[in-house]
Nanobody
């Protein structure tokens, strides 16, 4: 199992920025995708952004042009740069890592970090 530790959440005013980090440890060589989901109160968890081992990225339509996902060269840490934040971005953000192991894909999850956008 990959362990994921998130940091960087907090309270920010509309239009502000935050950067989330997700540090992975364990069998990181097996990770094929890292990304972020979020879940707002009363809503389903939704994919925010993802980055593959090869560097391809994918974003939810609601965050395109505002959020950027990236990774360090060692592929041990993923980042989510969030700009022009809106109140509707308020949610708990969860980092995940998808591994390919034993001929199957397995998702590991972080503990979640709260992002609140409010004036």
């Amino acid at each position: 199992q990959v362990q994921l530790v998130e940091s960087g959440g907090g309270l920010v005013q509309p239009g502000g920025s935050l950067r989330l980090s997700c540090a992975a440890s364990g069998p990181i060589f097996s990770i094929v995708v890292m990304g972020w989901y979020r879940q707002a109160p009363g809503k389903q968890r939704e994919l925010v952004a993802a980055i593959t081992k090869g560097g391809s990225t994918n974003y939810a339509d609601s965050v395109k042009g505002r959020f950027t996902i990236s990774r360090n060269n060692a592929q041990t840490t993923a980042y989510l740069q969030m700009n022009s934040l809106k109140p509707e971005d308020t949610a708990v953000y969860y980092c995940y890592a998808r591994r390919f192991t034993n001929s199957d894909y397995v998702d590991d999850w972080g503990q979640g970090t709260q992002v609140s956008v409010s004036s």
